[in-house]
């Protein structure tokens, strides 16, 4: 019992409020069914809350129905820990906000994230609403992520998003568009362990998740084969995949000379455009919505002495441009845009004002590790200044910026 009594101890003294209504996102898998046993054992009133996703016979997500399996073994959980426990039928609202906005960003040809998607429009909206409808002080889910506390000076409080304690498994990035608001109604018990003491506790308390291979694919729904799922509403349209060289005249490497900040940013800003005539026709594909930047497989072209990457799609003429190995010039870009619109404060008080400057460690993926970067606030937006070029800059995807182990902001890419 080494592993729970240590972590009981270390975050007791911010988790532990006797008598309060806790409802866990009971998902099937350890990491929620973890959550569920030490709030339990922290004094909490726990109820198990499952969702369900999906049922639209008009799309179909998958063949396979994980939510099945997860339902039933979130029920044993349930049962094991002896807490109240209801599936909540969510599939309208999933429909909506997430695959709806899924195909018309694919059509644009944009790459959305449905699992940060997911956590803001389901997991801390949606369910976080039918939570405080059944009485609930807070809700908790099985992220690896830690919620910090800040006393303000005239009584109100400050909630940091703050990464997990096992860096393989921090899902920070997955909640970066949380609101102060979502945060402080929400407890994340198991951020600072490591994934094996989460399933050495499940092990220790004979919980039938113990061994349960992490799931994948779409937030509580499961693996997707995404060309399959974009046909059903996106139709196939033949046409041809254009191999870039790397010594394109888009690629010039003279330095050029700027007027000022504003326009360095812009001009390292400003994604490459292609032609028809600038390279070769390689292959053909079906459809240039089906493919995102800095994809490999699904081109099948080959012959060529390194892999291609697409480093461009342009859905109204329905062109791929690719070019070979994962160090073309037209994979690589330094900085990005997003708008106001699409900009988002965890920190609200940290918020830059416009002409304002400020040093972060950013990424633009799960995963990848932090970046240096700076960021520039102008009218209308806000510029993301890395000190080394990115692969693969994608629009519709998401870039989330630290200061230290705190994520404070977030956007979408333009």
């Not at 049962?79 to 018309?104: A, H, W």
């Not at 960021?375 to 800059?393: P, T």
């Amino acid at each position: 019992m080494y592993a729970t009594q240590r972590f009981l101890y270390f975050c007791g003294i911010f988790y532990r409020i006797m008598g309060k209504k806790v409802v866990v996102g009971l998902s099937g898998g350890v990491d929620s069914s973890v959550t569920a046993y030490l709030l339990k054992e922290q004094g909490y009133d726990v109820i198990g809350l499952f969702m369900k996703n999906w049922h639209d016979d008009s799309v179909t997500i998958s063949d396979e129905c994980p939510w099945l399996e997860d339902s039933n073994d979130a029920l044993i959980v349930a049962e094991k820990l002896g807490i109240p426990f209801q599936t909540v039928d969510l599939s309208t609202e999933y429909k909506e906000r997430i695959v709806d906005y899924m195909f018309n960003e694919y059509e644009r040809g944009r790459t959305p994230n449905p699992d940060v998607l997911c956590n803001r429009e389901i997991k801390f909206d949606v369910f976080l609403k039918i939570a405080l409808d059944l009485g609930a002080d807070y809700v908790a889910t099985g992220h690896y992520c830690r919620k910090g506390v800040l006393k303000n000076d005239d009584g109100t409080e400050t909630y940091q998003l703050l990464a997990g304690v096992d860096g393989t498994k921090d899902q920070s990035y997955f909640l970066c568009q949380l609101s102060q608001e979502q945060l402080g109604k929400t407890l994340f018990p198991i951020g600072g362990l490591l994934k094996s003491e989460v399933r050495k506790i499940a092990a220790e308390n004979d919980l039938v998740t113990a061994d349960k291979k992490d799931s994948q694919g779409l937030c509580f729904i499961g693996k997707v084969r995404l060309p399959d799922f974009l046909q059903q509403k996106l139709k196939p349209r033949l046409g041809s995949i254009v191999e870039i060289p790397a010594d394109a005249p888009q690629y010039d490497t003279g330095v050029p000379l700027f007027n000022d900040k504003l326009h360095e940013l812009e001009h390292h800003a400003t994604k490459y455009s292609y032609a028809l005539s600038d390279g070769k026709v390689v292959g053909k594909h079906q459809g240039a919505h089906y493919f995102t930047t800095g994809q490999r497989k699904g081109l099948d072209v080959g012959g060529t002495p390194e892999p291609l990457f697409v480093i461009s799609t342009d859905v109204d003429e329905n062109i791929i441009y690719t070019g070979q190995g994962k160090s073309h010039p037209g994979l690589l870009r330094r900085t990005l845009f997003i708008t106001d619109n699409d900009l988002h404060w965890v920190r609200r008080d940290l918020e830059l004002e416009v002409d304002g400057t400020m040093e972060v460690q950013a990424r633009i993926r799960y995963r990848q590790p932090l970046q240096k970067a700076v960021l520039y606030r102008i009218e209308g937006g806000l510029y993301v200044d890395f000190e080394e070029k990115q692969s693969a800059i994608t629009e519709g995807q998401f870039a989330a910026w630290y200061i230290g182990e705190e994520l404070i902001g977030s956007g979408v890419i333009s």
